[in-house]
């Protein structure tokens, strides 16, 4: 007769020589299903922390790159002419120093132009639109390089600004066959006192970091015009005025004087009473079509003199 204790032992024993066989038999296949479970849950992990990185990635590209679409360091997406003028409104208003300084409102000037952008028909129009608005700022060293202020414009000559008027400048063939003489007192353009017709031109025309500037440069396109025909009233040399209207040729006419045989010099130079000496640059252009580094030193002959050589020897 077995002992209770004998019996559990006996019976526990058998309970395990059961289970055991099963177990070994299945062992491996869990070991099996367990590796596979671990393998994809690494996956879904590695999966879940590349797409966090992306898009945190994302997030900071985005961050960095959008400021910069926005203020224009980046090329424009499509055409939309109005899309671009705001991109350049805000890069204006993001970075340019000047605005305390000079006073300008520059949200204003973005009200007063953008129904003229979205008006715009044509890329000239504009190119026109963003140079004036540019022009606004009163900054020569602001604008609009392409195209430029001459675009579109028939010159019949240049004029230049004196403390007691306007004078002309140069005189083109068909201002020169009409009696347009340099040295010539302008009076009147289109119907408009000097002043009137100056404050009249378009803003990229007369704008410029001075009051003088601005008179300077207004002066130097008062005698050109978008369309084929100006109206001009001068007072020659002897004190007679003459009227007349300028038609633009189907062959341009030339900024050289009638009788020359050489083009005048750009630079020139003289010697003041006081004996200063004084040279006039009024470009630094290399589309100028001269040497103007031989007619520097021309003028430097003429306005020094003596003085220079004696200051090239010293070194």
């Not at 559990?8 to 066989?21: A, C, H, M, N, Y």
């Not at 009696?179 to 025309?205: F, K, N, Q």
Request: proline share 6%.
């Amino acid at each position: 007769m077995r002992s209770p204790r004998l019996c559990g032992e006996i019976d526990l024993f058998q309970k395990t020589r059961v289970w055991e066989p099963d177990n070994e038999n299945s062992h491996p296949r869990q070991q099996t299903a367990a590796r596979q479970r671990d393998k994809e849950t690494a996956r879904r992990w590695r999966r879940g922390l590349l797409a966090r990185q992306s898009f945190i990635l994302l997030l900071v590209a985005l961050a960095a790159l959008i400021p910069l679409y926005r203020t224009g360091f980046l090329p424009p997406l499509g055409q939309d002419r109005a899309a671009h003028f705001e991109r350049l409104w805000r890069a204006v208003d993001a970075h340019y120093p000047y605005f305390e300084q000079t006073g300008v409102d520059w949200t204003a000037i973005r009200v007063r132009y953008r129904p003229r952008i979205e008006a715009a028909q044509s890329d000239e129009a504009y190119f026109a639109a963003i140079a004036d608005m540019l022009a606004q700022l009163n900054d020569a060293h602001t604008g609009l390089i392409v195209p430029d202020a001459y675009h579109n414009r028939h010159y019949f000559g240049a004029a230049k600004r004196l403390d007691d008027g306007v004078v002309v400048d140069r005189a083109g063939e068909t201002g020169r066959r009409a009696g347009l003489e340099r040295g010539a007192a302008l009076l009147a353009v289109d119907g408009l006192t000097v002043a009137e017709a100056m404050a009249a031109l378009p803003p990229r025309l007369r704008s410029g970091s001075t009051p003088w500037q601005r008179q300077a440069n207004a002066a130097f396109h008062l005698l050109s015009t978008p369309g084929d025909a100006l109206e001009v009233t001068w007072e020659t040399a002897v004190g007679e005025q003459r009227t007349v209207t300028l038609v633009w040729p189907n062959e341009p006419p030339r900024l050289v004087a009638a009788a020359a045989t050489t083009p005048e010099a750009l630079i020139n130079g003289r010697r003041l009473p006081s004996g200063l000496g004084l040279i006039r640059i009024p470009s630094f252009s290399n589309d100028t079509g001269r040497d103007l580094a031989a007619e520097f030193d021309a003028a430097l002959d003429v306005g020094v003199g003596n003085g220079r050589r004696r200051s090239r020897g010293c070194g």
